[in-house]
């Protein structure tokens, strides 16, 4: 199977129930910003974190595509059908799992923070400002994406917080408050 299909080379794109549409279409939009996160964690993983950072970062990464999946397929015909595609309300769960987990190696936050500091924690808060943005293109979606999706990315994008900070800290690298 070659790379190139040539199908979308007059800006048109398939979702999943075979609807063509605008490279330019609001759902394209959004699951590409996911794509984008799930990039972002890559770099960050490549960063080598500690493992009990980089396992979570792993299994969210293959959320992110079951993610993908489910905004590609509006009509929910598929992501029904494969399990792999599959995020529920135990997904969002973990996320808040792990908030709380890693939240209680950290000080309080009393002021805001300037992005940045090791590698890996630089790489989550930039991963964090995509899942923001991925977050506005979902919730923009007519007709709007599936809630449950909506909350994952919110817990994600507060748990990559978190994270980052996290990372820094084990690395020595101090905050630097705004």
Sequence with gaps: MKIYTRTGDAGETSLFD??????????????GEVDEVNACLGLARASRPDPDIDEPLLQIQRDLFALGARLADP???????????????ADVA??????????????????????????????????????????RRIVSLEPPADALIVRYVNRLSDLLFVLARVVNRRAGVPEIEW
């Design 75 to 89: 009509a929910i015909r598929i992501a029904a059908r494969v399990t792999k595609a599959a995020v529920s309300d």
């Design 18 to 31: 075979g609807t063509r549409v605008s490279k330019a279409d609001a759902r394209v939009d959004a699951y």
């Design 94 to 135: 973990r996320l808040e799992a792990l908030i709380d987990r890693f939240e209680a190696e950290l000080p309080p936050l009393t002021r805001f923070i300037l992005a940045g500091g090791a590698p890996a924690g630089a790489a989550l808060h930039l991963a964090r400002t995509v899942c923001r943005r991925a977050e």
